[in-house]
Nanobody
Framework: QVQLVESGGGLVHPGGSLQLSCAGS????????LRWYRQVPEKERELVAE????????DYADSVKGRFTISRDNERKTVYLQMNSLKPDDTAVYYC?????????WGRGTQVTVSS
């Protein structure tokens, strides 16, 4: 059974930090490109960051460059998103995605709220 389970969301003040984690199971984690998306109500899901396999190449949305860092640990079957200098505009549900060829898996999301 394929699963992606996000954790680490919560409420943080502007300027603060959070680290999101996404644990995968039921598939060959190391083979997959991994991505973090986010979505706010009435808007399309936005790609935030990705890390490819096997090169580990990373890419980021312009809105988070220099503030967010994506990383992966294939031994632990986990992908991380370190978020620093958070802004109210970062408030969203964050989703983990794993993709390889036609296989495309999603987690259920974790809420991040940036507010004073």
């Amino acid at each position: 059974q394929v699963q992606l389970v996000e954790s680490g969301g919560g409420l943080v003040h502007p300027g603060g930090s959070l680290q999101l984690s996404c644990a995968g199971s039921g598939f060959t984690f190391s083979r997959y490109d991994l991505r973090w998306y986010r979505q706010v109500p009435e808007k399309e899901r936005e790609l935030v960051a990705e890390i490819t396999s096997p090169s580990g190449h990373t890419d980021y949305a312009d809105s988070v460059k220099g503030r967010f860092t994506i990383s992966r640990d294939n031994e632990r079957k986990t992908v991380y998103l370190q978020m620093n200098s958070l802004k109210p505009d970062d408030t969203a549900v964050y989703y983990c995605n794993a993709q390889w060829l036609a296989n495309n898996y999603w987690g259920r999301g974790t809420q991040v709220t940036v507010s004073s």
